[in-house]
């Protein structure tokens, strides 16, 4: 079984950063793409930001040229710098995974971290 975890949100000023992480444990051989969702109240969950193995990067419209992802292939870990905050960016933010396992390939989700931004 395989466990994503989440930390770094919390509430902060518009216009400030957070740097959100998440780190995967438990039977993994690799991890192929590794993504951050976020949901809003009454919205549907939006992909924001998503990076291959190989570090290949790729944003929503919405966040582009505010907020970085990235990865630490040795720890599992994959990480949104989130700047010029804005509040329409409050959302719980999930992260996601394509994990190899033993004997398959398999998506797993996170339990998700509170952003809040507001003055």
């Known amino acids: 079984q395989v466990q994503l975890v989440e930390s770094g949100g919390g509430l902060v000023q518009p216009g400030r950063s957070l740097r959100l992480s998440c780190a995967a444990s438990?039977?993994?051989?690799?991890?192929?793409?590794m993504r951050w969702y976020r949901q809003a109240p009454g919205k549907q969950r939006e992909l924001v930001a998503g990076?291959?193995?190989?570090?290949?990067?790729n944003y929503a419209d919405s966040v582009k040229g505010r907020f970085t992802i990235s990865r630490a292939n040795a720890k599992n870990t994959v990480y949104l710098q989130m700047n010029s905050l804005k509040p329409e960016d409050t959302a719980v933010y999930y992260c996601?995974?394509?994990?190899?396992?033993?004997?398959?390939?398999?998506?797993?989700w996170g339990q998700g971290t509170q952003v809040t931004v507001s003055s």
């Open positions: 990076i291959t193995y190989d570090g290949a990067p």
């Open positions: 996601n995974a394509d994990v190899w396992g033993p004997t398959s390939l398999d998506n797993y």
């Open positions: 438990g039977s993994i051989f690799s991890i192929n793409t």
